[in-house]
C-alpha cells in the first residue's frame, strides 16, 4: 500500500472526511473508546463509509506511525455520481452496457473484474459504498491500470442503482446458477446492466426479485459454479460478441 493512500490517526480522518476526500474504507480498533472516537463513528454513518472494528494487530499491520486506533484508505480515484455516470453515457449515443457489483469482497477478483470490463467497453462499474473490496493498491496491481480508465460509480445501495437504470430505460440483468435461462438464450445488445453477486453469497435475493431478467453460465463440470471474475469475463465477452455481431 502506497502511504499516500493511508491516512491513519483519528482527528486526520475527521479532517480528510470533512474536506470531501474519497474515503474508501476505515479501519477501527475493537473497543476504542473516547468522545473524539466515538465523533469519529458518528461521522463515518452519517457519510455512509464503510468501517470494520479489527484488532489492533491488525493496525499495526498497515502502519508503524501512531494511529490512535483508526486508520483509513483514501481511493486513488474519483468516484462518479450514478446521475452524471448514467446522463454521459446516454448522450454518447452507444449502447450502455453497466456492471453492477453486489459487494465483491476479494481485491483481486475486483480488479480483475476492472481490467476485463475495461477491455470489453463497459460504460461503467457501480459498486456499494459498504461491504465491498476497497479501491486501494491491490485492486490497481491487478487491474493492470484500467481502474483509471473506466468510470466508477458508488451508491449507498444497490437496489437504488436498478430502479434508476431501470427508469432510463436499462435492463437488468442478474448472473446467478439459479437462473432457468443460458446467457446464450437472451439479448445482450441493448441497453444493458449486469450483476455479479459475492463470492460467497451471490447476489441478494432482495435484488433477485426486482431485475428484469436472470441467466446462467452452462456447467459441465461437478464443480457446480466459476469463480466470480471468471463469470464476469464470460458474461461481458459475449455481451460484446451479440454487439459486435449486431454492429
Do not use: W
Not at 494487530?57 to 498497515?62: D, S, T
Not at 450502455?96 to 473484474?113: C, H, K, T, Y
Not at 458508488?154 to 427508469?167: G, N, P, R, T
Amino acid at each position: 500500500m502506497k502511504k499516500e493512500t493511508i491516512v491513519f490517526g483519528i482527528r486526520a480522518i475527521i479532517e480528510a472526511i470533512n474536506s470531501d476526500k474519497s474515503i474508501d474504507k476505515v479501519f477501527l480498533q475493537k473497543g476504542s473508546r473516547g468522545e473524539l472516537f466515538q465523533e469519529l463513528e458518528h461521522l463515518l454513518r452519517q457519510q455512509g463509509i464503510g468501517s470494520s472494528y479489527v484488532p489492533i494487530e491488525k493496525l499495526n499491520r498497515l502502519t508503524h506511525q501512531n494511529h490512535q486506533g483508526a486508520v483509513a484508505y483514501i481511493s486513488p480515484i474519483t468516484f462518479y455520481a450514478i446521475e452524471d455516470l448514467v446522463s454521459e453515457v446516454l448522450d454518447s449515443k452507444k449502447p450502455p452496457l453497466f456492471l453492477l457489483l453486489d459487494q465483491i469482497s476479494d481485491v483481486r477478483n475486483f480488479g480483475a473484474i476492472i481490467r476485463t470490463a475495461e477491455c470489453t467497453g463497459v460504460s461503467g462499474i457501480i459498486i456499494q459504498k459498504k461491504g465491498g473490496a476497497p479501491v486501494n493498491g491491490d485492486t490497481i496491481k491487478t487491474s493492470a491500470g484500467a481502474i483509471f480508465k473506466i468510470p466508477i460509480c458508488k451508491v449507498d445501495h444497490i437496489k437504488d442503482a436498478i430502479f434508476y437504470l431501470q427508469s432510463s430505460d436499462i435492463k437488468i440483468i442478474a448472473a446467478t446458477e439459479k437462473a432457468e435461462k443460458s446467457i446464450y438464450d437472451i439479448s445482450l445488445a441493448e441497453p444493458t446492466a449486469i450483476i455479479m453477486g459475492s463470492e460467497g453469497r451471490g447476489i441478494n435475493p432482495s435484488v433477485l426479485k426486482i431485475v428484469d431478467e436472470q441467466a446462467k453460465l452452462p456447467i459441465l463440470g461437478d464443480i457446480e459454479s466459476l469463480n466470480v471474475s471468471v463469470a464476469c469475463g464470460a458474461f461481458l465477452y459475449e455481451a460484446l460478441r451479440q454487439r459486435l455481431k449486431d454492429s
